[in-house]
């Protein structure tokens, strides 16, 4: 009986499974009206448009920040407010470790305790497990 049970899962498990696959892989993929199948490449479904990253801001002042890293900028004017807006780039941008890439880079004490707002001996507290022992 019991071995009867485990096919019958199995069974409807495999039924499943053959459902929720792609009937066709290449119906996901329409060709644009005027261009011929055949002259259709993997280079025409990649875009490297925005792969030149630079320091230098655009037009709108936002600058490209290189995958995986982490970025800061400091307002050092008194006069001008600052807008900020953070994202992943990508849709599946994995696990990124912020307290190691903030409190364990090179990012300057004085901006870390004007981002956080908190005094020396606390920040130190924060940096200790993250800094590189010898």
Same mark, same amino acid.
């Given at each position: 009986?019991?071995?009867?049970?485990?096919?019958?899962?199995?069974? #409807?498990?495999?039924? @499943?499974?053959?459902?929720?696959?792609?009937?066709?892989?290449?119906?996901?993929? *329409? @060709?644009? @009206?005027?261009? !011929?199948?055949?002259?259709?490449?993997?280079?025409?479904?990649?875009?490297?448009?925005?792969?030149?990253?630079?320091?230098?801001? !655009?037009?709108?002042?936002?600058?490209? @920040?290189?995958?995986?890293?982490?970025?800061?900028?400091?307002? #050092?004017? $008194? $006069?001008?407010?600052?807008? *900020? /807006?953070?994202?992943?780039?990508?849709? !599946?941008?994995?696990? /990124?470790?912020?307290?190691? !890439? +903030?409190?364990?880079?090179?990012? $300057?004490?004085?901006?870390?305790?004007?981002?956080? $707002? +908190?005094?020396?001996?606390?920040?130190?507290?924060?940096?200790?497990?993250? #800094?590189?022992?010898?």
């Amino acid at each position: 009986m019991a071995t009867m049970k485990l096919v019958l899962v199995l069974m #409807m498990t495999t039924i @499943v499974a053959v459902w929720a696959r792609d009937p066709e892989l290449t119906n996901d993929f *329409a @060709v644009p @009206v005027g261009m !011929n199948a055949s002259e259709i490449t993997g280079d025409f479904f990649t875009f490297t448009g925005l792969r030149n990253f630079s320091a230098a801001p !655009n037009t709108f002042g936002s600058k490209k @920040v290189t995958q995986g890293r982490v970025h800061f900028q400091i307002n #050092m004017s $008194k $006069k001008r407010s600052v807008l *900020a /807006i953070s994202a992943f780039g990508s849709s !599946n941008a994995g696990t /990124i470790s912020l307290p190691k !890439n +903030i409190f364990g880079s090179g990012i $300057k004490d004085e901006v870390l305790l004007q981002a956080f $707002k +908190i005094n020396s001996a606390e920040l130190m507290k924060l940096k200790a497990p993250f #800094m590189p022992t010898m």
